[in-house]
């Protein structure tokens, strides 16, 4: 596997690190063709109860390698849109749609489809040091990895469009206050808050966390009626597994639930 970008795995949490710290973790097609392939080993890797992707020196992601995209486009929009844009839409769709907890240790700059990547994953945390940025409308066109739609959904149609449009950077203050990511914590500290979250996480039955991210991420952009449609069926889920009835019984029984994955 390609060491553009790490893998450990550790008590469970799998962390990814990006690893182009000389290129700013800027996404080409190697390093979004390396995670994609990482993601499918640890979604089948049942050891595996979450993931942290973080990045390898000062910067989480500075966005797309725009040297790369700079010679696809220059190929015409057929092509931009099937080896740019597409690549780019789908990994954010991968990362929004992962089963299992997937959360952004922003270390550093997380820019363009760094801050996409942000915008796409479950959770996120980030050093007091990071800053997030759309500047892609500085090049010339709109963010092309979900950026137009998902930055609006989750800070507000006002607010999004005032990054979309001016480009300005804000702070990782700023993202906490408008809700592009949960917390700020000191630079040294960004790794276990997240590992701490991870564990938060993990320590509840593995079958309601992936209902409960499945609802959301499905329901989220549908009608109330059809969310609840939605909602149900993941509740559906749940109703035989082992833990679920464990989880009831401890309840009734007033002791501390014994959950084991099934």
Known sequence: M???VLCQVADGVAILTLNRPDKLNALDHAVIDTLMALLDGLEADDAVGAVIVTGAGRAFCAGADIAEFA???AQGTRVALRDFVRKGQHLTARLENFPKPIIAAVNGLALGGGCE?????HLAVASAEA???KPEIKLGFPPPFGGTQRLPRLVGRKRGLEMLLTGDAISAWRAEQIGLINAVVPADHVMEAADDLARRIMAKPAAAVAATIG???RGLNLSIDEGLAVEAAHFGLVVPTDDFREGIQAFLEKRPARFTGR
């Open 131 to 133: 800053s997030f940025g």
């Open 2 to 4: 390609s060491q553009v």
């Open 71 to 73: 010679d696809i486009v």
């Open 215 to 217: 609802a959301v991420t």
């Open 117 to 121: 990547i942000v915008e796409a994953m």
